[in-house]
């Protein structure tokens, strides 16, 4: 499964980045929001520090309004894949920008009918919100397992990128259900790395070391 980063903080996606585990970066409106800087600067920037697709999101609400921003976005750099809300204008964006061979990451996608949809439009992949269907009692990855058995039985080749995720075990059980890429707070993958265990044995391992260190110094040359 890839893992892509859901957030437009530079010094999050460069850090991750210095992992070698990131396969690429979602932004929206709210998190370019909370980087304070202008959109192109923040997409350039992070365009600039992962080889793969990042996630620009337009806000216009007509099909020709999106349009013209999936053309610009997709101008400013080649791994830009133009992020599109699902609904009846968006879907006729998508189709459009499949003949334009713009990329595209449908968002806002709650249901298995809403990313077929989207994946007969055109679309390159669908973002199922699995957070933000357990907010409201609705078991948001059963969507996920259900986008994956639909694709898999047509050979649809959109991908299925899990958004919405909120903890380490929505990126397991996103990979169990057969997502394409999860996309993660940069929080959550931090959480991923760390285990008590891991801790534990790292300290004991190092004090250990200190003793054998001590012992070489104490050793009389024959
Ligand atoms: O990028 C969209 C999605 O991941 C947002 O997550 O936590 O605001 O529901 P959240």
Redesign the pocket.
């Known amino acids: 499964m890839k893992i892509f980063l859901?957030t437009a903080i530079v010094d999050e996606i460069r850090q991750a980045a210095s992992w070698g585990i990131l396969d690429g970066v979602?932004t929206?409106p709210?998190l370019v929001a909370k980087a304070g800087r202008t959109f192109k600067e923040v997409i350039d920037e992070i365009c600039s520090i992962v080889n793969g697709p990042v996630s620009a999101e337009v806000t216009d609400e007509h099909a020709e309004g999106m349009m013209k921003q999936a053309r610009e976005y997709a101008a400013w750099h080649r791994h830009v894949v133009v992020k599109i809300p699902m609904c009846e204008e968006g879907l006729k964006a998508i189709y459009q920008c499949k003949k334009e061979n713009i990329r595209t990451n449908v968002?806002l996608i709650f249901s298995p009918n809403q990313a077929l949809l989207a994946a007969k439009a055109g679309a390159t992949m669908v973002?199922p919100?699995i957070?933000?269907l357990d907010d409201i009692s609705h078991e948001g990855m059963n969507e996920v397992y259900i986008m994956r058995q639909i694709f898999d039985n047509y050979g649809i080749e959109t991908e299925i990128l899990a958004?919405?995720?909120?903890h380490p075990v929505h990126v397991i059980e996103a990979a169990k259900a057969g997502a394409d890429i999860a996309?993660l707070p940069f929080s959550v993958l931090k959480q991923m790395v760390k285990h008590p265990l891991t801790d534990l044995g790292i300290e004991r391992f190092l004090k250990d070391w200190e003793s054998v260190k001590k012992l070489s110094l104490n050793k009389v040359p024959a």
């Open positions: 859901d979602t929206n709210t968002t973002s919100f957070g933000r958004a919405s995720i909120r996309t």
